[in-house]
């Protein structure tokens, strides 16, 4: 069964960066698209990036790009989402997941449980 585990998140100042981790296990991945969303208190979860295993095609949303880089590993089989020149509004439960797809739209099939990220001003 696929597993997905983030971790790496933490609080920053604004203007500061992270980098968050996504260890997947329990499957072939090389044909899935994986991806990070973000869901901050009283607001829905939203798309942030996304990368498709096999050929490390990258997508992400307006808000981040040219901010925020998507990257994988195959030897290791994780994912990291390298977030820099953080704001305030990035402050969120970040969350990895894993679409059979191709393409970024999803379905998402898998997630993991969520990493906290915080950005202060």
């Known amino acids: 069964q696929v597993q997905l585990v983030e971790s790496g998140g933490g609080s920053v100042q604004a203007g500061g960066s992270l980098r968050v981790s996504c260890a997947a296990s329990g499957g072939t991945f090389s044909g899935y698209t994986m991806g990070w969303f973000r869901q901050a208190p009283g607001k829905e979860r939203e798309f942030v990036a996304a990368i498709s295993w096999k050929v490390g095609r990258t997508y992400y949303a307006d808000s981040v790009k040219g901010r925020f880089t998507i990257s994988r590993d195959n030897a290791k089989n994780t994912v990291y989402l390298q977030m820099n020149s953080l704001k305030p509004e990035d402050t969120a439960t970040y969350y990895c997941?894993?679409?059979?797809?191709?393409?970024?739209?999803?379905?998402?099939?898998?997630w993991g449980p969520g990493t906290q990220v915080t950005v202060s001003s």
């Open positions: 997941a894993a679409s059979t797809n191709w393409g970024h739209n999803g379905p998402y099939n898998y």
